[in-house]
C-alpha cells in the first residue's frame, strides 16, 4: 500500500532525509524508532505533505499512486492520516463542527453521502466512548486549552472518526499517563484490519506491548539504519542507540569506496 | 544585484507567501452596473447644487437652512486627511479628492414609493440579484427593507405592517414631509453638523437613508433593514440614517451596502444617528461590503462615515455590530454617548483589510451617566498589503461614577507584507471607575492550515474556518438572518488569499 523508495527531504536547505526505503503492505503495523532529532516527525510531516519540507530525490506510492503528488487535502481524503506529535490549536472553531467537516470531506471522496448533525453526534458519541473522552469536549474549541495527554486522545479520536487507510503516529504515546496509553492503543488497534495499516513511531518499548508491531525500524541520521521485528524494540530499551551507531559507522567505513 | 536564492526549493517557496497572497484575490460578485435612466445634478458643489437638492426634495425652507449653514461650517473646515503627516492622525492614505468633480445627486427617473409597478423594472432585477428581493411575494420573511439606489430610496417593504403598531420605517426624504416635527427635533442632535469634516459636507448634501422611529413601549416585530447600493459613476453617497426609540422601546436594524466595480475611486459619507430614550434598546448591524477596489489598490469606495448614537435615557443600550469587508478605505468610528445613568454601549466589529484596503476603525465610548458599562470587541483581519487600524477613545468623566469599561482588540495577520496597528485613547476623571484593555496580535499559521488539510479540509476552506473562527464573538452578536451571510462573505473576502 505504501512504498518508499530512496526518499530525500530537506528544510530550509538542510537535508533530514537522507535516503528513506519503506515498504508497508497491507494491514501491517511498523514501528519507528530512533534518536530526537534523527528525522521520524520529518518522515510523516512528508508522508502528510507539509511544504515546509522539499523532496528532492526519490519516489513514494500510495496505493499505486503517486503519493507526493497530491494536495496534503487529498492525501487526508484518500485516507492518509497524521496524528500530530504537536497538535494545533484553533481558537473558536468548535471540535465537533471540525470534525465533521473533515469526516464529510472523506467521506465524500468516498463517494459516501454526508453525514448530518444527527447521526454524526451518534457516531462521535460511540468513538468518544472507545477513547474515554467526555463529550464535554465537543463544544470546546480545536485542542484550545487542552492538557497534552487531551490533545494526544483528540487526535486519536480523530483518527477513529476518520477511519484512515494509513494512519500515522507521531509519539502519539508520548506524555500519556498508562490508562491513556492503553487507550490510545485500543484506538490504533481496533483500526487495525487486514485492510488498515499503520506506522507508530514512539521512543518507547512499553507502547509496542499494547500495539504489536510486525516490523521495528530504526531511523538515525536520516535513514532506516536497522529494521528487525518486535524484538528489536526490547534491545534498543536495554542498550540505546550507540551500538547501532559504532555497527552502522564501521559497516559504511568498509563500504564506502577509496576517495569518496 | 539580488544573489540567487541559497536553496533552489521551487514549491516550498512559492507555497508559503504565494499561497497565501492569492487568498486575497477575492471575486466580487457585487461588481456589476445597472443601466437605468437617471436623473442627475452636474458635477459640483455650491450653494446652488444644495438648493437643487432640497428642490428635487421638496424640502421646507428650514431644512434647506440647516443645509446651507452646514455647507458654509464646511467650507472653512480643514480636510483632515490632508494635513501634513505628523499632524494627521488616521493612518489612512490617498490623494486629495475634488470635490467639484463629483456628482451629489443621482436618481433613477422611474421610481414610486407609492407602487412598485412604477419602479424601473431594472431596478428590481437589481435588488433580486443582490439577494434582496422587494416584490412583495418575494420579500425576506421577518426583515423589512428599505432599498436605497444611489440618491433615492426606491421601496420600503412591510411599511404598512409596522405602521399597524405605530412605528415608522421609510425613506428620510419621505419622513421630513410626513413627521417633519420628528425628524427637525431630532436631526444633528447627536451628530452636530459641525462634527467633523464629512459630517459637515454630509449634512450640506446629504440625499437619502432611512428614518426610523419606534413608538414608547413597543418592541419591534421585526428586523429593520437598509440596503445601499451606489450605482452611477462619479457620484458620491451622502446617506443619512435617523434612528429613535422612545421609552422602552426596541429596535435591531441592520445595513448592507455593494457597488459597481469600477478603477475610479468613489465617495461614501454617511451619517447615522441614533437616539435611545429610557429603558429603549438600539441593536444596530452592519455589513459593509463596498467594492473594495482591485489587487493593485485602483478603484474602490472611500468610505468615511460618521455613527453615533446617544443613549439619552436611563438603563438605554445602543449596541453596534460592524463586519466590513468592503471598501478601499474605510474610517469610521460607530461610538456611544452614555447619558443615562446605568446605561450600557457595546461596539462588536470584525474589519478585514486585504488587497491594497486600509481601514482605521474603532469607536468611542464616552461615559457620562453613572454606573455606565460599555463593551468593545474588535477583530482586525489583515491579509496581503491590507493595513488595519483600531482606535478607540474610552472616556471616563466626572459624573460617570461607578462605571466601567472593557476593550479586547484582536489582530490576525495573513501573509507578511500586511500590517495591524492599534491606538487605544483612555481617559478617566473618576477614581471608582475602571477601564480594562486587552490587545493582541496572532499570524495565521501555516501549521493550522496543514492541521486543517490534513484532516480532509481545502486551504480555502481551513481559512474560512479559522478566520471565522477567531471572529466568532463578534458575529454571534449579529442577528441570525444575517449571521450565514456574513460568514460567507469573510470566506468570500479572503477568498484566493490561500489557494
Ligand atoms: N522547520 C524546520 N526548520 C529547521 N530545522 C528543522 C525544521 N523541522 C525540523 N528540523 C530539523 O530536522 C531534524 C529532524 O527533526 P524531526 O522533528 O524530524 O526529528 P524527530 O526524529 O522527530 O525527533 P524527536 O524524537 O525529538 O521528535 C532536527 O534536527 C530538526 O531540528
Ligand atoms: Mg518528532
Redesign the interface.
Same mark, same amino acid.
Given at each position: 500500500m505504501l512504498k518508499i523508495t530512496n526518499l530525500h527531504a530537506?528544510v530550509?536547505?538542510t537535508e533530514i532525509l537522507k535516503g528513506i526505503n519503506l515498504e508497508v503492505a497491507p494491514g501491517e503495523i511498523h514501528a519507528i524508532m530512533g534518536p530526537n532529532g534523527s528525522g521520524k516527525s520529518t518522515l510523516a510531516q512528508v508522508l #502528510?505533505?507539509?511544504? #515546509? =519540507?522539499?523532496v528532492t530525490e526519490g519516489t513514494v506510492r500510495y496505493e499505486n499512486e503517486d503519493l507526493l503528488d497530491m $494536495?496534503?487535502?487529498d492525501? #487526508?481524503?484518500k485516507g492518509v =492520516? !497524521?496524528a =500530530?506529535q504537536y497538535? %494545533?490549536?484553533?481558537?473558536? %472553531?468548535n471540535s465537533a463542527y =471540525? !470534525?465533521r467537516?473533515? !469526516?464529510n470531506? %472523506?467521506r465524500k $471522496?468516498r463517494g459516501e453521502e454526508e453525514i448530518d448533525a444527527y447521526d454524526f453526534l451518534a457516531l462521535i458519541r460511540a468513538k468518544m466512548a472507545l477513547v474515554e473522552m467526555d463529550e464535554s469536549f465537543l463544544k470546546r474549541?480545536v485542542n484550545e486549552g487542552f492538557s497534552g495527554g487531551e490533545k494526544k486522545r483528540h487526535e486519536v479520536l480523530?483518527m477513529a472518526v !476518520?477511519e484512515p487507510r494509513l494512519a500515522i503516529l507521531d509519539e502519539t504515546d508520548s506524555g500519556l499517563d498508562i490508562d491513556a496509553l492503553r487507550v490510545v492503543a485500543n484506538g490504533v488497534n481496533q483500526l487495525h484490519t487486514p485492510q488498515n495499516s499503520a506506522i507508530v513511531v514512539t521512543h518507547y518499548q512499553r507502547l509496542l506491548e499494547y500495539i504489536v508491531p510486525d516490523y521495528v525500524h530504526v531511523l538515525m541520521g536520516g535513514r532506516i539504519v536497522r529494521s528487525g521485528g518486535k524484538e528489536l524494540a526490547l534491545q534498543l530499551e536495554d542498550r540505546g542507540y550507540d551500538w547501532i551507531r559504532e555497527e552502522t559507522a564501521a559497516a559504511a567505513a568498509t563500504t564506502q569506496p577509496a576517495g569518496a | 544585484m539580488t544573489e540567487p536564492a541559497a536553496t533552489p526549493a521551487p514549491e516550498a517557496a512559492l507555497s508559503d507567501t504565494e499561497v497565501l497572497e492569492q487568498f486575497a484575490q477575492r471575486d466580487y460578485k457585487e461588481g456589476f452596473y445597472t443601466d437605468v435612466e437617471s436623473d442627475s445634478a452636474p458635477p459640483g458643489l455650491s450653494e446652488e447644487t444644495i438648493a437643487f437638492i432640497s428642490k428635487k426634495k421638496q424640502e421646507p425652507a428650514w431644512l434647506l437652512e440647516w443645509r446651507l449653514k452646514a455647507y458654509h461650517t464646511w467650507l472653512k473646515m480643514e480636510d483632515p486627511t490632508q494635513r501634513p503627516a505628523p499632524e494627521q492622525w488616521a493612518m489612512v492614505h490617498y490623494p486629495k479628492i475634488d470635490y467639484q468633480a463629483i456628482s451629489y445627486f443621482s436618481a433613477p427617473k422611474k421610481v414610486s414609493l407609492d407602487s412598485l409597478d412604477q419602479v424601473d423594472p431594472e431596478i428590481l432585477a437589481t435588488y433580486n440579484k443582490l439577494g434582496i428581493p422587494l416584490e412583495e411575494q418575494k420579500m425576506l420573511s421577518g426583515v423589512a427593507v428599505d432599498a436605497v439606489f444611489d440618491s433615492v430610496s426606491v421601496a420600503t417593504t412591510f411599511k404598512d405592517k409596522l405602521a399597524e403598531v405605530g412605528i415608522i420605517f421609510g425613506s428620510f426624504s419621505d419622513a421630513v414631509k410626513q413627521h417633519p416635527e420628528l425628524v427637525r427635533k431630532y436631526l444633528g442632535s447627536v451628530v452636530p453638523t459641525g462634527d467633523n469634516y464629512y459630517a459637515a459636507l454630509n449634512s450640506a448634501v446629504f440625499t437619502d437613508g432611512s428614518f426610523v422611529y419606534i413608538p414608547e413601549g413597543v418592541r419591534c416585530p421585526m428586523e429593520l433593514s437598509t440596503y445601499f447600493r451606489i450605482n452611477a459613476a462619479n457620484t458620491g453617497q451622502f446617506e443619512r440614517t435617523l434612528i429613535v426609540a422612545d421609552k422602552g422601546s426596541y429596535v435591531s436594524y441592520l445595513e448592507g451596502c455593494t457597488a459597481p466595480m469600477r478603477d475610479e475611486n468613489q465617495l461614501h459619507a454617511a451619517v447615522v444617528e441614533l437616539v435611545a430614550l429610557e429603558d429603549a434598546k438600539i441593536k444596530y448591524s452592519t455589513i459593509q461590503n463596498w467594492y473594495p477596489g482591485n489587487k493593485e489598490g485602483v478603484g474602490g469606495i472611500y468610505n468615511f462615515v460618521t455613527k453615533r448614537g446617544a443613549c439619552r435615557g436611563d438603563r438605554s443600550k445602543i449596541s453596534w455590530t460592524q463586519v466590513e469587508t468592503g471598501s478601499a478605505i474605510t474610517w469610521k468610528y460607530p461610538s456611544c454617548i452614555l447619558q443615562g445613568d446605568d446605561s450600557v454601549g457595546e461596539f462588536y466589529s470584525v474589519a478585514v483589510t486585504s488587497g491594497r484596503q486600509q481601514a482605521d476603525t474603532g469607536t468611542k465610548m464616552i461615559h457620562l451617566g453613572r454606573n455606565t458599562k460599555s463593551t468593545v470587541i474588535s477583530k482586525g483581519i489583515s491579509a496581503m498589503n491590507g493595513q488595519n487600524v483600531y482606535r478607540g477613545a474610552v472616556q471616563m468623566q466626572k459624573r460617570a461614577t461607578g462605571s466601567r469599561n472593557f476593550t479586547q482588540c484582536d489582530s490576525m495577520l495573513i501573509g507578511d507584507q500586511c500590517g495591524a496597528h492599534t491606538f487605544p485613547y483612555i481617559t478617566v476623571r473618576n477614581p471608582s471607575s475602571t477601564v480594562e484593555h486587552e490587545a493582541s496580535t496572532s499570524k495565521i499559521g501555516e501549521d493550522q492550515i496543514f492541521y486543517c488539510n490534513q484532516r480532509g479540509l481545502s486551504t480555502e476552506d481551513a481559512v474560512s474556518m479559522i478566520v471565522n473562527g477567531f471572529c466568532k464573538e463578534v458575529l454571534k452578536e449579529l442577528p441570525m438572518e444575517f449571521a450565514v451571510e456574513a460568514t460567507k462573505l469573510l470566506g468570500i473576502s479572503l477568498e484566493g488569499s490561500v489557494g
Open positions: 530537506t530550509e536547505g #502528510a505533505g507539509h511544504d #515546509a =519540507f522539499t $494536495a496534503p487535502e492525501r #487526508a481524503r =492520516f !497524521l =500530530f497538535p %494545533v490549536e484553533i481558537p473558536g %472553531v =471540525f !470534525l467537516t473533515g !469526516l470531506e %472523506v $471522496a474549541s480523530q !476518520l | -
